[in-house]
């Protein structure tokens, strides 16, 4: 999310986390390891889990990249580009009809009711779920016919709304009628798609068809669920909420579930602040900052003076089951409160699943949530409440190159009644915090986290720290002012994700080489190839890694867009550009279809621009008509002829 560029807050450019003083010890310890780390070396124990192997560039295309398409110069312009033999086509705009009944999309004249029925706004995460769902465990191998599930993650009112203006306050501007547009216009939405002839198609009428939005009911499970800091006046109980917010990433599960992620909840939320429980709680959350939107001038729950304990019931990971439309969704409350990115698994040696997350705040955390029990692959029924059950952990990355995940327990070590904790209920509401005494590493804006399907190692987006000081930085941070961002890159001890205990190393540090200090690709990474400010990721199946980006153009005056590099061999980490967004658009929720002939790519926030507004937007992507407002979009993007992309 970026709204720095309409002049609104953006809570991930300020950092809430005060536990980011260093002891001199540290100070001198982090000089050191930061000359290290500019140097390349790795700690000698974790040296031996990585094959970094940068060999001098060949002179075919790609040099000893195994990709071999023909990279895209950077550029930043009004339309959307892909490399030459490559195809795009959009599968669905914003306005878009998803359930029945949906009337066609009128943007001067939007309601709520209509929104409710049609595709949200700013598409963000996007998984496959394969259609029929094969055997119990959810793993289905179709190539044709899928579940699409997508993430609605914010709202850009001077873009959806005429009259707004671009200025700072444009977004708190709405009337009560724009507010019920905006709060039918996020969460996420389940469509069916099909492929034909090469080509995907929304299924219309699809009995799976449907969306979620912030006036959803949903449940909440697990420790938070009945806790007194979970009840409000509509909801005594504490386990029923309405809606999810600022859905960003996401996940899946290995039963064949969603899950669809909570980040900067906070900007929903305004008015009086002064009556909060627990207030430095709420400040370490930002709830209280600055207003993101007018929401709370219309409706009371989003007024921090009428419902206090409303905000507490967002920041959770929320399980929806794509394959039953009737299911509530259920806030996961055992997976932890803070601004999760996304959620994404892998399967430790002994069955259970584990679960990364990462805090998308400058100087927050990245976690793992590790179940109490393996997971039933015949039996999905058995996994229903598996997500309840388990121990939520949260990284420190040491300078010898080890990883290694504490135990956020109650109870244990300073999680204590008297520290604040009395139940494992308090310490998942008050994650941040529970972690902060845990002294875990405050890193440069967790994104997106991916476990390689090939080597099994796991990738850890962080999206640039432009406040990091040169005091503050560590072996895993290695960069003050990063306004680039970085990769690190875990490898669990004994390939066991089950395992508190890793060995990290860097995969990249972003930035232009030889113009940004401290910039590392592949030696051979081309003037075309070095990106700013990676965010989410995918792998294809042969485990190259796809790197999309949020905030290039402020950052480095290039168009947000997508990278493709190998992780392994004589072209890892050799970055090459693949795709470029409209000018204003960030790109999110990459994924492959399982054969890799086709790559889904959510085109967020086209237009998001400085003075761009619903009249005089800076694009009209993807129509381009006049009167047609810029729309967020789903790309499908195949390589003419058909094959493996990137092959
Ligand atoms: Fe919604 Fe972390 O970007
Ligand atoms: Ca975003
Ligand atoms: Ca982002
Ligand atoms: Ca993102």
Known sequence: MDLRSTGNVDPEDIGSNPSTEPTMGELIERRLSRRDAMRGLLGAGAAAAFSQVPTPASAEAGGPSSLTFK????????????????????????????AAGAPAFDPANQTGAA?????????????????????????????????MVANHEYINSNLMFAGLGAARDANLKTSKAQVEVEMAAVGGAVIEIARENGGWSV?????????????????????????????????????????????????STPWGT?????????????????????????????????????????????????????????GWVVEIDPYDPAAAPVKR????????????????????????????????????????????????????????????????????????????????????????????????????????????????RPEDIETNPVNGHVYVVLTNNSQRKSDQVDRANPRAANDHGHILEIAPKDGDHGNSEGAWSIFLLAGKPGQDAGARYHRATSDNGWL????????????????VTDGAPTAAGIADGVYGADTTGFGRALTRCFYQAPTGAEVCGPIFTPDDTTFFIAVQHPGEDSGSTFEKPSTRWPDFKDGMPPRPAVVAITKKGGGAIGS
């Open 258 to 314: 969603w899950l669809t992620c909570e980040e900067n909840f906070d900007v929903y939320f305004g008015g009086d602040s002064s009556k909060l429980l627990l207030p430095e709680m709420q400040k370490r959350y930002g709830v209280g900052r600055a207003p993101g939107y007018g929401w709370f001038r219309h409706v009371d729950r989003f007024d921090l003076g009428k419902e206090a304990n409303e905000p507490n019931r967002f």
């Open 333 to 444: 409350t055992a997976l932890g409160r803070f601004k999760h990115e996304g959620c994404t698994y892998a399967i430790a040696k002994d069955g259970r699943v584990v679960f990364y997350s990462g805090d998308d705040e400058r100087f927050d955390y990245v976690y793992k949530f590790v179940t109490s029990r393996p997971w039933s692959p015949n039996d999905r029924a058995a996994n229903k409440d598996l997500l309840d059950d388990g121990t939520l952990h949260v990284a420190r990355f040491d300078a010898d190159g080890k990883v290694q995940w504490l135990p956020l327990v109650q109870g244990q070590g300073p999680l204590t009644a008297e520290n604040g904790f009395a139940t494992q209920g308090d310490v998942v509401i008050k994650a941040r915090l529970a972690a902060d005494l845990l002294k875990a590493t405050p890193m440069d």
């Open 115 to 147: 929104q409710e029925k049609q595709f949200g706004y700013n598409n963000d995460y996007l998984g496959l779920h394969p259609l029929p769902l094969s055997g119990s465990g959810g793993g289905g191998h179709g190539n044709d016919r899928f579940l």
């Open 203 to 251: 299924v219309l009428d699809s009995k799976y068809a449907r969306r979620i939005s912030a006036n959803t009911p949903m449940d909440v499970s697990g420790p938070a669920a009945g806790h007194d800091l979970m009840k409000t006046s509509a909801d005594p109980s504490g386990r029923k909420v309405v809606g999810t917010l600022n859905n960003c990433a996401g996940g």
């Open 532 to 547: 700013s400010c990676p965010d989410n990721i995918a792998f294809d199946s042969r485990g190259r890694i796809w790197i």
């Open 71 to 98: 990279e895209l110069a950077h550029t930043l312009d009004a339309d959307q580009h892909v490399a030459e033999g490559y195809a795009t086509q959009v599968l669905i705009r914003w306005g878009d009809p998803v």
